[in-house]
């Protein structure tokens, strides 16, 4: 499970929520034609269970109306993320797992989130 608010343009991004069920990372995936694409940021290393207000230094800056994708990815036991290597949780449907959300340069910080 995962949740992100909508952020405000910065090079730096909080996730809200995530719940792991084996230690990984948030990557956090530009967009690529309604897909996600390059990661341009990457948390570091979460143990399994539930984690709160995740910061995730990213390698460029933000923009207003963009969109983003956070996708977990499960550690291959080395604690170094590497993409080729650190593979995406699967959803119910044996897909990846991710969320969309945007940028806005008005976004709300939300206060408490209850999922």
Do not use: C
């Given at each position: 499970?995962?949740?992100?608010?909508?952020?405000?343009?910065?090079?730096?991004?909080?996730?809200?929520?995530?719940?792991?069920?084996?230690?990984?990372?948030?990557?956090i995936h530009a967009d690529k034609n309604g897909e996600p694409g390059d990661i341009i940021g990457i948390t570091s290393l979460l143990?399994?269970?539930?984690?709160?207000?995740?910061?995730?230094?990213?390698?460029?800056?933000?923009?207003?109306?963009?969109?983003?994708?956070?996708?977990?990815?499960?550690?291959?036991?080395?604690?170094?993320?590497?993409?080729?290597?650190?593979?995406?949780?699967?959803?119910?449907?044996?897909?990846?797992?991710?969320?969309?959300?945007?940028?806005?340069?008005?976004?709300?910080?939300?206060?408490?989130?209850?999922?």
């Amino acid at each position: 499970v995962i949740y992100i608010s909508d952020q405000i343009p910065s090079n730096t991004l909080m996730v809200d929520f995530v719940s792991l069920n084996a230690i990984g990372f948030v990557a956090i995936h530009a967009d690529k034609n309604g897909e996600p694409g390059d990661i341009i940021g990457i948390t570091s290393l979460l143990g399994e269970g539930e984690s709160n207000d995740v910061k995730i230094n990213l390698t460029r800056n933000t923009v207003d109306q963009e969109v983003l994708y956070a996708m977990p990815h499960k550690d291959n036991g080395n604690g170094i993320f590497k993409k080729e290597e650190d593979i995406p949780f699967k959803d119910e449907l044996n897909e990846d797992l991710w969320m969309e959300f945007q940028i806005f340069s008005d976004a709300e910080i939300p206060t408490d989130i209850n999922i």
